[in-house]
DNA sequence: CGTCCACAGGAATCCCTGGGTT
DNA sequence: AACCCAGGGATTCCTGTGGACG
């Protein structure tokens, strides 16, 4: 079967030598940040605005910046970034200043955000806050100093801000936006960014007043101006562009604004479907490529989702998929919970109580996984969530069965029936 | 109109982890 | 070795509530 110098690789590597229609996905990827933004313009010229006196040594005003996904408010950040410390390298009459970006889905406690803000002026690996340890007060201490050490303007850059005021209560917020007034020859500013136009609605009016100091709001891309950045990409990304059927790029696109101009979106699939057309020794990316790419992207969301749950996470998943595979579509938390008892012993692991499930089924219907409405049956009935799976049971057990752990009990049910 | 069901979901507390200091 | 500290998950205890039933 197999010949001599041939390996189960070949195949492969052979295809891969054949000419390719992806020069360089990278350029595809969406935290790729390209030296042009189109569209952007009008927004960085604002911004660029407000950080210009930070160049002149003065505190530039604190900004926020709101924007749905995908339209350019972290590349435009830190597209900034680079010009600053382009500006500040090459013209010695520019002020020093220091520009940095966290982002707070990744360090999402106060502890983390300012350790890594103090880290970034670590010289040495023992200057290194670490990540547990200190206790807080220490750790403002010395980010304070460094701060003050450093001299100029320090640019703080909290991307997804949000997502680290949703856990805690902002108290990190607070202290940077008054940090000033402790500092003698240093300046601190904060460019915050979140999706959530709410967002400032959960902040105490000292912060909020503080913070937002300038407002900018990055409107969604529509299917024009996401075409353009689709354009630009494609000529860096694919070697040959009449590889691209015409009506490809505006398909994207249009499916993209759909979604609220999400430009992450449009190029995920034109990356994708170039992929899929590769795959399938296509000379051409059709539209039929990009609609399996949506498809293809979307299931692939939503497993890799389900993969990544919890343990206990995906048992009450896998409960509330049996419960749907036998029939039941609508189930009540207690309904629910029951089964996930049954599991768990079943298995052999202590369950949790039925209040922290009550949480975990909030996450799921988060997630988007599940849908969980508030319903109240009166007297007898009670009041209760009922709960329905907005993703395919089926394809929800197929997953949950490659984990180890839930391999041994995702067939309980259909084994219990056999024995009666 | 009050009762009462079956929970929702807030608050305080505990436990554990990974790290520090003394 | 003994103890401090932040943070996340979980438990315990609790009060709150929409609406069918009587």
């Given at each position: 079967?197999?010949q001599?110098?041939t390996?189960?690789?070949?195949?492969?590597?052979?295809?891969?030598?054949?000419?390719?229609?992806?020069?360089?996905?990278?350029?595809?990827?969406?935290?790729?940040?390209?030296?042009?933004?189109?569209?952007?313009?009008?927004?960085?010229?604002?911004?660029?605005?407000?950080?210009?006196?930070?160049?002149?040594?003065?505190?530039?005003?604190n900004?926020?910046?709101?924007?749905k996904?995908g339209?350019?408010?972290?590349?435009?950040?830190?597209?900034?970034?680079k010009?600053?410390?382009?500006?500040?390298?090459?013209?010695?009459?520019?002020?020093?200043?220091?520009?940095?970006?966290?982002?707070?889905?990744?360090?999402?406690?106060?502890?983390?955000?300012?350790?890594?803000?103090?880290n970034?002026?670590?010289k040495?690996?023992?200057?290194?806050i670490?990540?547990?340890?200190?206790?807080m007060?220490?750790?403002?201490?010395?980010l304070?100093?460094?701060?003050?050490?450093?001299?100029?303007?320090t640019?703080?850059?909290?991307d997804?801000?949000?997502?680290y005021?949703?856990?805690?209560?902002?108290?990190?917020?607070?202290?940077?936006?008054?940090?000033?007034?402790?500092?003698?020859?240093a300046?601190?500013?904060?460019?915050?960014?979140?999706?959530?136009?709410?967002?400032?609605?959960?902040?105490?009016?000292r912060?909020?007043?503080?913070?937002?100091?300038?407002?900018i709001?990055?409107?969604p891309?529509?299917a024009?101006?996401?075409?353009?950045?689709l354009?630009?990409?494609?000529?860096?990304a694919f070697?040959?562009?009449?590889?691209?059927?015409?009506?490809?790029?505006?398909?994207c696109?249009?499916?993209?604004?759909?979604?609220?101009?999400d430009?992450?979106r449009?190029?995920?699939?034109?990356?994708?479907?170039?992929?899929?057309?590769e795959?399938?020794n296509?000379?051409?990316v059709?539209?039929?490529?990009?609609?399996?790419?949506?498809?293809?992207?979307?299931?692939?969301v939503?497993?890799?989702?389900?993969?990544?749950?919890?343990?206990?996470?995906?048992?009450?998943?896998?409960?509330i998929?049996?419960?749907?595979?036998?029939?039941?579509?609508?189930l009540?938390?207690?309904?629910?919970?029951?089964?996930?008892?049954?599991l768990?012993?079943?298995?052999?692991?202590?369950?949790?109580t039925?209040?922290?499930?009550?949480?975990?089924i909030s996450?799921l219907?988060?997630?988007?996984i599940?849908?969980?409405?508030?319903?109240?049956?009166?007297?007898?009935?009670?009041?209760?969530?009922?709960?329905?799976?907005?993703i395919?049971?089926?394809?929800?057990?197929?997953?949950l069965?490659?984990?180890?752990?839930?391999r041994r009990?995702?067939?309980?049910?259909?084994?219990?029936?056999?024995?009666?």
């Amino acid at each position: 079967m197999v010949q001599e110098n041939t390996t189960i690789f070949d195949p492969f590597l052979e295809a891969q030598s054949k000419p390719l229609l992806i020069k360089d996905r990278h350029f595809l990827r969406p935290e790729y940040i390209p030296d042009k933004l189109p569209h952007r313009d009008q927004l960085l010229n604002q911004l660029a605005s407000i950080l210009s006196t930070a160049l002149r040594g003065e505190r530039p005003s604190n900004i926020l910046i709101f924007g749905k996904t995908g339209t350019g408010k972290t590349a435009c950040a830190k597209f900034l970034g680079k010009e600053v410390r382009r500006k500040v390298e090459t013209d010695d009459r520019a002020k020093k200043v220091n520009y940095l970006y966290i982002n707070c889905k990744v360090v999402d406690t106060e502890y983390g955000i300012l350790a890594s803000i103090a880290n970034h002026f670590a010289k040495t690996s023992d200057e290194q806050i670490p990540f547990t340890g200190w206790p807080m007060d220490k750790v403002y201490k010395t980010l304070k100093d460094r701060v003050e050490d450093a001299r100029g303007v320090t640019v703080i850059v909290l991307d997804e801000i949000d997502q680290y005021v949703f856990k805690s209560n902002g108290d990190v917020l607070y202290h940077l936006t008054n940090i000033n007034d402790e500092l003698k020859n240093a300046k601190v500013s904060i460019i915050g960014i979140t999706n959530d136009s709410k967002f400032t609605e959960r902040l105490e009016t000292r912060v909020k007043t503080r913070l937002g100091e300038e407002n900018i709001i990055f409107p969604p891309y529509d299917a024009h101006e996401l075409q353009d950045i689709l354009k630009d990409r494609a000529v860096l990304a694919f070697f040959d562009q009449s590889a691209l059927d015409p009506s490809v790029i505006p398909l994207c696109s249009a499916l993209a604004a759909q979604e609220h101009g999400d430009a992450r979106r449009a190029l995920d699939l034109l990356r994708v479907a170039g992929e899929l057309a590769e795959r399938e020794n296509s000379s051409k990316v059709t539209e039929r490529h990009v609609h399996k790419a949506k498809n293809k992207i979307e299931l692939d969301v939503q497993n890799e989702v389900i993969r990544s749950l919890p343990m206990h996470s995906k048992i009450l998943l896998l409960s509330i998929v049996l419960e749907n595979l036998e029939g039941q579509t609508q189930l009540t938390t207690g309904e629910v919970y029951q089964v996930y008892y049954e599991l768990c012993r079943f298995a052999r692991i202590s369950p949790l109580t039925q209040r922290r499930i009550t949480d975990l089924i909030s996450e799921l219907d988060m997630l988007g996984i599940i849908t969980a409405t508030l319903k109240s049956f009166g007297r007898g009935g009670g009041r209760t969530r009922i709960i329905r799976m907005s993703i395919s049971p089926t394809e929800a057990r197929h997953i949950l069965s490659e984990d180890d752990e839930l391999r041994r009990i995702v067939d309980y049910r259909s084994r219990q029936t056999k024995l009666f």
